[in-house]
């Protein structure tokens, strides 16, 4: 089945410590999405791919950064993680961003800062 | 700019009853409307959209209709299941934000036996 993997499903690191999430997608689409959602709330979008063409979300902190070096793996590199980052980390897909497609999630990956 | 605003759960049911999920919007034209369901552990997944005015979403026995006059979404299901238990959001997008989804803050439902 056609999906949105991310890998792993729980990561555990401490203050400070630079930590990548990793996502990867056999739905051949091209464009890529990372969004953090922290307890209770919605998901709030950090960046994404269109192809190779990177869009940062005007309120992302420097500390978040992101390499697509292909179609199918996108990745997701924390700095310097604060307490403040742990969450839950989701990456989606769609075909394209100008058409009201649908996104793909994957099932996330909950990040613990020690 | 363009927000979504749903009614705060928890919502506590009990099996076989009723849900709706109210879910109302602000945007400047027409956009496209979603919800996605959330279940325990678990990323989400889309539930239902709909992309005009008037537009009907369904799926899984859940509706949705499009109410350009009010600016709504609202979600119902006849008859909810314990299976049903999940976080419930309701989003929005434009073809000019380039598929950005804005998101409610979502709605947790749990389902008793």
């Known amino acids: 089945d056609a999906m949105v993997i991310q890998n792993p499903r729980y990561q555990v690191t401490q203050f400070g410590k630079p930590v990548t999430l990793s996502c990867s997608q056999t739905?051949?689409?091209?464009?890529m999405y990372w969004y953090q959602q922290k307890s209770s709330q919605a998901p709030k979008l950090l960046f994404h791919y269109y192809d190779k063409d990177f869009n940062n979300e005007a309120d992302t902190p420097d500390n978040f950064q992101s390499r697509r070096p292909n179609t199918s793996f996108c990745f997701l590199d924390i700095r310097s993680p604060g307490l403040g980052d742990a969450a839950m980390y989701l990456c989606?897909?769609?075909?394209?961003?100008?058409?009201?497609?649908?996104?793909?999630f994957g099932p996330g990956t909950r990040l613990t800062v020690l | 700019g363009d927000s979504v605003t749903q009614m705060e759960g928890p919502v506590t049911l009990s099996e076989e009853a009723f849900l709706t999920i109210n879910c109302t919007y602000t945007a400047t034209g027409y956009p496209s409307l979603f919800w996605y369901v959330q279940y325990p552990g678990e990323g989400l997944q889309l539930l239902l959209k709909a992309t005009k005015a008037d537009d009907k979403g369904s799926n899984k026995g859940f509706e949705a209709t499009y109410r350009k006059e009010t600016t709504s979404f609202h979600l119902e299901k006849g008859s909810v299941q314990v299976s049903d238990s999940a976080v419930y959001f309701c989003a929005l997008t434009f073809k000019a934000a380039g598929n950005k989804l804005t998101f409610g803050g979502g709605t947790r439902v749990l389902v008793k036996p």
């Open positions: 989606a897909t769609s075909r394209e961003p100008r058409e009201n497609n649908e996104q793909f």
């Open positions: 739905l051949n689409h091209n464009v």
